[in-house]
């Protein structure tokens, strides 16, 4: 078991869009497995991406709603209807926010062996899905809140109250 170390916010690969993959090699194997394990050994979690163990890769994993796997280079559509619920992650470990995403998201992409993969869900699997994806992209959920949870949470994160981490993604 490889538990990687969890990038926190500050660090630079957090706010970099990843390069898709193009090589479904041994490496890229191993690192599903790097970050199922690190997933897996993570104090309420729901997902982890590339980045957050510092690697330039569109890969991330999951383990939400009773589903867990991979996805590369994924691919999101999303539905109008929303839902708000707090959210964390493990980036940014401690705090959590009331965070709009979509109610339904259906993430297309490919395994770890280059077979095409989709993955449909909703509510908290859903938001796993959108949370995840945007690491790749150099995005933090606290980056989608709005009006004074986005003043709050900013607050928070420059007085640096972040410690301890509970279910995030």
Avoid: W
């Amino acid at each position: 078991m490889t538990m990687r170390p969890i990038r926190i916010i500050g660090d630079p690969v957090l706010r970099t869009s990843c390069a898709p993959v193009t090589s479904f090699d041994a490496e890229l194997r191993a690192l599903v497995t790097d970050l199922m394990d690190t997933l897996l050994g993570a104090p309420g979690r729901a997902g982890v991406a590339a980045p957050q163990i510092g690697v330039d890769a569109q890969v991330f994993v999951y383990d939400a709603d009773g589903h867990r796997g991979h996805l590369v280079n994924p691919t999101l559509e999303l539905s109008e209807e929303t839902q708000e619920d707090d959210e964390g992650c493990l980036s940014i470990p401690g705090l959590y926010f009331p965070t709009r995403r979509a109610l339904h998201a259906t993430a297309r992409g490919f395994d770890q062996h280059g077979e095409p993969l989709t993955i449909s869900g909703s509510g908290f699997l859903a938001r796993a899905l959108q949370h995840e994806t945007d690491h790749l992209h150099g995005r933090l959920y606290v980056d989608t809140l709005r009006g004074e949870t986005r003043r709050r949470a900013l607050r928070e994160i420059r007085a640096g109250r972040f410690d301890s981490p509970r279910r995030s993604g």
